[in-house]
């Protein structure tokens, strides 16, 4: 059954966490054109920037003098990381040997953000419990993001073997992450940093 409504996800997300390569395939299966995508991606941005004020609200205080990152420079950052991670999913598996198109690279990457993003709701719940709670729920969150990115690169590309997937996020993303602070750079977009002492 095509999903129709937000609630009819739910289901496929939990198959995702369970049964990921399942679950992507059947992601994969959904008809939507590039612009359903691209929509369905800025409505993920925008429910993990309202996860991060609510939690930047209602979270414990974080000690005096500790840098915030401003919502426009949040933005461009998390557009970036999803159009962008799009992009090098496509192209970096292309390069060794993967057979996915850059539709379902970005279909699969929005999926994946929209499992992140529900993964983190419960988050929500423990913020009152200290810092030491949420950064151990956030570990849990990258262990969850590193198993589906994973799943998603193997089964869009058809990769069979995983710690060279594995190897190739983790050079991936270093890389990225240097072309994300270029572009930052560029863009006139400053990070916080910690005040002087």
Do not use: Y
């Amino acid at each position: 059954m095509t999903p129709q409504r937000l609630s009819d996800f739910l289901p496929l997300a939990v198959q995702s966490l369970t049964q990921p390569r399942v679950g992507l395939r059947t992601v994969l299966s959904i008809p939507a054109t590039r612009s359903d995508v691209i929509n369905a991606a800025w409505l993920v941005i925008i429910c993990n920037l309202i996860l991060t004020t609510v939690l930047t609200l209602v979270g414990p205080t974080p000690p005096e003098g500790t840098p915030t990152v401003p919502l426009t420079t949040s933005t461009i950052m998390q557009a970036l990381s999803l159009f962008g991670g799009a992009v090098i999913v496509h192209r970096v598996g292309g390069m060794f040997g993967g057979v996915g198109s850059f539709d379902d690279s970005l279909k699969l990457v929005v999926w994946v953000n929209f499992i992140l993003f529900l993964t983190q709701m419960p988050i929500l719940l423990v913020s009152f419990a200290g810092q030491e709670i949420v950064a151990l729920a956030m570990m849990l969150v990258v262990i969850v993001a590193m198993t589906q990115l994973t799943a998603t690169i193997m089964e869009l590309h058809g990769f069979t073997e995983v710690f060279p997937v594995l190897i190739g996020i983790i050079g991936s993303m270093i890389l990225f992450g240097i072309v994300l602070l270029v572009l930052l750079g560029m863009l006139g977009v400053t990070l916080p940093t910690e005040p002087a002492v």
